[in-house]
């Protein structure tokens, strides 16, 4: 995640595309699960129902980024400041959830099936694995030519897409395996796989989602080192304290206080810090409060890097 590239505010046709590709591999992903479910039911395999369990989070990843796209769009208003970017955090959150609970039913049903083997129908079960490969290999595409943006809900969609694919290919391991040998314990032990590759997902997702709704900073800023890069880098700042840095939707947002000695020209020299910001770490938006006063109080070593004391934390 720690690529930063400058966020120019996005076109509304980048919006767009964007939005297209997801409907397109929104619409693509939920045809096939059900496709899966009806498969799964009626060869009795569990690992196309592992399979559809994880599309149907798919399409929800993909029907939240959609929405996301949406909600994006709301203009702020005096009630919600920032419009409602947050909300695709939080539909990240859910998601991810999802993901955890569908994860364990299936391995349920796995353990359950370990001591009472199924018959399945490995011959239909083959065609209905190919046919979800050849649907997810069609969403992952779709996705893909939009994924070099930064959208976590984007990514997320393609991350379960990706996870899909992996799950498509076992089911159809499965099912030749079924086919040649007649073994079928090997269905309940590729559902399990499945769901291991779909936790990994669900967990890294829902990390990364709780790290925003609890305002932590944004993986690719380090604080420390934006605080001694302000006062390496300009010259009238003496010390940078009281930094506060999360992140709300794709947007970084900042707020500092500044020891500076008395510029000649007040606003230039915020311009510059401002400047700074914007291109050496994309901050938009910083709430920059100049002092000229040496800052007391325990808070100020925050920032304080002076002779006598170097403590840097990590």
Not at 63 to 84: D, E, Y
Not at 234 to 246: F, K
Not at 272 to 289: P, W
């Amino acid at each position: 995640m720690a690529h930063s590239h400058p966020h120019h505010t996005h076109s509304h046709t980048e919006e767009n595309s964007n939005q297209k590709r997801l409907l397109a591999a929104f619409s693509v992903t939920a045809l096939f699960m059900l496709a899966e479910v009806i498969g799964g039911l009626l060869s009795g395999s569990l690992a196309l129902l592992a399979d559809a369990g994880h599309m149907l989070t798919d399409a929800a990843a993909l029907l939240v980024a959609l929405l996301a796209i949406q909600f994006a769009r709301r203009k702020p208003n005096s009630r919600h400041t920032f419009g409602l970017l947050r909300l695709t955090t939080l539909a990240a959150f859910v998601n991810a959830l999802a993901l955890l609970v569908i994860t364990v039913l299936i391995v349920w049903e796995a353990i359950r099936r370990f001591y009472q083997p199924q018959p399945i129908a490995g011959g239909f079960m083959l065609t209905i694995s190919i046919a979800g490969l050849l649907a997810n290999l069609l969403s992952f595409w779709l996705l893909h030519r939009g994924s070099e943006e930064k959208n976590m809900n984007v990514r997320a969609a393609a991350l379960h897409v990706l996870g899909d694919l992996l799950g498509s290919v076992g089911a159809i391991v499965a099912a030749l395996i079924i086919l040649f040998t007649g073994w079928t314990p090997i269905d309940p032990i590729l559902s399990v796989l499945v769901s291991a590759l779909v936790l990994r997902s669900a967990w890294s997702l829902m990390k990364e989602s709780i790290h925003e709704l609890l305002e932590g900073a944004p993986g690719a800023i380090d604080v420390d080192k934006l605080k001694r890069d302000l006062t390496l880098n300009i010259a009238e700042v003496r010390n940078v304290h009281h930094v506060h840095l999360w992140q709300v939707g794709e947007k970084p947002v900042l707020t500092l206080h500044a020891q500076v000695i008395p510029p000649y020209d007040h606003d230039a020299l915020l311009q510059k810090i401002h400047h700074y910001l914007h291109q050496r770490y994309q901050i938009q938006h910083a709430t920059v409060q100049m002092e000229y006063q040496q800052c007391d109080g325990d808070e100020c070593d925050l920032g304080l890097v002076s002779a006598h004391h170097h403590h840097h934390h990590h």
